[in-house]
DNA sequence: ACCTGAACACCGTTCAAGT
DNA sequence: ACCTGAACACCGTTCAAGT
């Protein structure tokens, strides 16, 4: 349960957007995002879910203040001698940034309006790919293969939104009822999964494919 | 607005699980997912809401149907000499798909329970990565690449839903209050965005650089 | 300036009752 | 067997009223 407002004092300290928007990553974190409601988020700060309208100007706008908390938290190097050292860095920092926030990833795409955080991110990573020498063309075509493979892995990865201990479970409730014969290397994939505990999402190793294939177009040898 | 069930018949014909499948899709494509309700599918077939959940466990229930309706769309071409061809095609056929159903790309990472088509797909896609020869952790790598590849660039081309009228003037009118000094960058991408009316999505280009770096790793020469 | 209470127009879903 | 009507427990949001 995330920090709730304690109400000993007979006036409690006045809400602001900032407190709002870190009330509801944390709950969402907590819960998951479908237990953000206005109503209970209100009741998470000890007050009504109305109150929050004075902060807040729908539900929208605290979801996209969320999602600046999210990209606040993601580094953004500055440009050495090869590109893809800063790109690999600020790629990993921000799939982590996704994944400590579950309900982010699904809501990253879909949001239209950028805040200051989020803009930030995306100039810088165009600004290192322009520096990097990519011509125009390539350039926006490197730019969303990157952002894509991050989005893309977070959203797969929490797909599967299982804990340690249900995880050994479900797989063998699910392995049993399973047309393996039909579908025998979708089988043998999902054995695959079972068995290492998603240890390493293979994030880094697609990155590792993107940025390096990116790196052979650029100068051509 | 979708088909309508005619009821100038006084006893209409009885509805069936497809029909209220296809309904859903026809639906939440031309009005989007936000218009699809039961009881706004339910009028669609000329019914009332509730009749629904005789043929549908729940809304998930309907929402998983009507993703297998478009993984059903989904070609699965075999195997030839090299690996890429069929997993190029059906990577596109795929991408395709997902562009058809606008609502379906952010609902395709989402939904734990598969179908038969949405198994028959991942079956086809990881046969063919094994046929082609690559090893099951390399495997694994490579499928979950292509894979956030496909629903990634969906998801991020589906995420400005602007029709092409409208795009010319939202775009002058974010251009106008847009912090250019601050996001040189970002203003550019967004420009040049703005100018060339998304014909080419750069879905082929990454998808290209992806099984080139894959099949230069399968056989290091 | 900030919060509350009541209200409105919606949701998904259940279930007894109809045919 | 299939559909309807009424009901339940929720939503987001508005707005007059309180302090």
Same mark, same amino acid.
């Given at each position: 349960?995330?920090?709730?407002?304690?109400? %000993?004092?007979?006036?409690?300290?006045?809400?602001?957007?900032?407190?709002?928007?870190?009330?509801?990553?944390?709950?969402?974190?907590?819960?998951?995002?479908?237990?953000?409601?206005?109503?209970?988020?209100?009741?998470?700060?000890?007050?009504? =879910?109305?109150?929050?309208?004075?902060?807040?100007?729908?539900?929208?706008?605290?979801?996209? =203040?969320?999602?600046?908390?999210?990209?606040?938290?993601?580094?953004?190097?500055?440009?050495?001698?090869?590109?893809?050292?800063?790109?690999?860095?600020? %790629?990993?920092?921000?799939?982590?940034?996704?994944?400590?926030?579950?309900? %982010?990833?699904?809501?990253?795409?879909?949001?239209?309006?950028?805040?200051?955080?989020?803009?930030?991110?995306?100039?810088?990573?165009?600004?290192?790919?322009?520096?990097?020498?990519?011509?125009?063309?390539?350039?926006?075509?490197?730019?969303?293969?990157?952002?894509?493979?991050?989005?893309?892995?977070?959203?797969?990865?929490?797909?599967?939104?299982?804990?340690?201990?249900?995880?050994?479970?479900?797989?063998?409730?699910?392995?049993?009822?399973?047309?393996?014969?039909?579908?025998?290397?979708?089988?043998?994939?999902?054995?695959?999964?079972?068995?290492?505990?998603?240890?390493?999402?293979?994030?880094?190793? =697609?990155?590792?494919?993107?940025?390096?294939?990116?790196?052979?177009?650029?100068?051509? %040898?």
């Amino acid at each position: 349960v995330p920090q709730r407002n304690d109400r %000993s004092e007979g006036h409690r300290t006045p809400l602001t957007r900032d407190r709002v928007l870190a009330a509801g990553v944390a709950l969402a974190d907590v819960e998951g995002i479908g237990a953000l409601t206005m109503r209970r988020l209100g009741r998470e700060l000890g007050v009504e =879910g109305m109150a929050l309208y004075n902060h807040v100007k729908n539900k929208g706008d605290l979801l996209d =203040g969320m999602l600046e908390c999210v990209a606040g938290e993601i580094e953004l190097p500055d440009g050495g001698t090869d590109w893809r050292v800063p790109a690999r860095q600020r %790629s990993i920092s921000a799939h982590s940034a996704l994944m400590r926030h579950p309900w %982010s990833a699904t809501l990253w795409t879909s949001s239209i309006s950028l805040g200051p955080a989020r803009m930030g991110y995306l100039d810088s990573a165009l600004r290192c790919l322009r520096e990097a020498g990519f011509p125009a063309h390539l350039l926006d075509l490197a730019f969303h293969t990157i952002e894509n493979h991050i989005v893309g892995h977070a959203q797969q990865a929490l797909g599967f939104p299982l804990e340690r201990d249900q995880m050994e479970e479900a797989g063998e409730r699910l392995m049993r009822s399973f047309p393996v014969r039909e579908y025998p290397d979708l089988a043998d994939h999902i054995r695959h999964h079972l068995r290492e505990h998603a240890e390493d999402d293979g994030f880094e190793f =697609g990155l590792h494919l993107i940025l390096n294939g990116l790196e052979q177009m650029r100068s051509p %040898s």
